[in-house]
């Protein structure tokens, strides 16, 4: 080879090699997440979906320094945060920290705003019971004394949801169902409001999830007169299942995951699913999910989340449909 061609090859190599090392700030650049990722709740400030999703979100912002912004969307059990995800562009910087509500909806309204096919799972956080709560002035002191007071004054109780075709409102339905009473449902756009209407006896009862009961419960606000699981509770020895005080079948529960739309890169799915159940995990948030009456399962990949919202929105389908609420 000529000198004039080993310059010439020389020079190509070095540019080269210029060229890829320029290419390296690029390619970290477009390493996700580069920009702020928005995590979705539909619910407003303050109840178990926010605040788990908050903190979550810290715990990304301090792994990869990027904003994980929580964005709450409330309205229409979970409806209208749903449709805004689900429609999003499937770029991995719009999640959800969605609950039961997203795949039950279906159950209550002859048409939504999304498909079951939109949404994609990432990962279980945890699952939630509930508990019976009445106002702490209220004169019912267990379950037997509110039903048979229910059958005597048909329509004049009243009880708080999360919103209409939630958790809340399946369980006092399915409640005021096997226990032969009618009550009146007043839905609210989060599980603070709701449970806080019981303290401040705008309702007369609700069912709501353990942990954000827990303070309104020290504060001598409520009073608990039954969890919804087939157990005691260690976070509320003391109080009954609702089989104790005499109305079995009344087991539910809500789970809380992340999920994105569908078509989010699989890289971000497998990278989200992994941070997930090491949060949800990790002894300090274990210990708090189960202090607050939560059972972590931070343990799933993504495929079985999917079979396992599968088989749960099946046995809630038994459970709802005989009840017949329409809310078109």
């Not at 299942?241 to 799915?269: D, N, Q």
């Amino acid at each position: 080879m000529s000198f004039s061609h080993r310059r010439g090859a020389l020079r190509a190599l070095i540019a080269a090699t210029f060229l890829a090392l320029a290419s390296v700030p690029s390619l970290a650049q477009d390493s996700y997440p580069n920009k702020p990722v928005r995590i979705v709740v539909g619910f407003e400030p303050g109840g178990l979906t926010d605040t788990y999703a908050r903190l979550f979100a810290t715990h990304l912002q301090t792994k990869f320094g990027q904003p994980f912004l929580v964005e709450n969307k409330p309205g229409a059990a979970t409806i209208i945060g749903t449709q805004f995800v689900a429609k999003a562009p499937a770029d991995g910087y719009t999640l959800c920290f969605c609950v039961s509500n997203v795949y039950t909806n279906k159950f209550f309204r002859a048409q939504l705003p999304y498909k079951m096919e939109d949404l994609t799972a990432i990962g279980l956080a945890f699952r939630s019971s509930s508990v019976l709560i009445v106002p702490e002035t209220s004169p019912f002191q267990n379950a037997e004394q509110l039903v048979d007071f229910a059958k005597k004054n048909p329509g004049k109780l009243n009880y708080s949801t999360t919103g209409a075709g939630g958790a809340t409102h399946i369980t006092g339905e399915l409640f005021s169902s096997l226990a032969g009473i009618r009550a009146t449902s007043v839905h609210y756009k989060g599980a603070a409001p709701a449970s806080m209407a019981v303290g401040t006896q705008e309702v007369d009862f609700a069912f709501s999830a353990i942990a954000t009961a827990q303070p309104l419960l020290k504060q001598k606000k409520v009073r608990a007169l039954g969890v919804s699981n087939d157990v005691r509770t260690p976070a509320l020895p003391d109080v009954p299942t609702l089989g104790e005080a005499g109305f079995k079948g009344i087991v539910t529960g809500v789970w809380y995951g992340l999920m994105a739309p569908t078509g989010t890169p699989a890289s971000v799915i497998n990278l989200m699913n992994k941070e997930l159940n090491a949060f949800f995990t990790s002894p300090p948030i274990k210990e708090r999910l189960q202090v607050g009456g939560e059972t972590p399962m931070g343990t799933m990949t993504p495929q079985q989340m999917t079979e396992y919202v599968a088989k749960d929105t099946e046995m809630l389908r038994k459970v709802i449909e005989p009840l017949n609420i329409k809310l078109d």
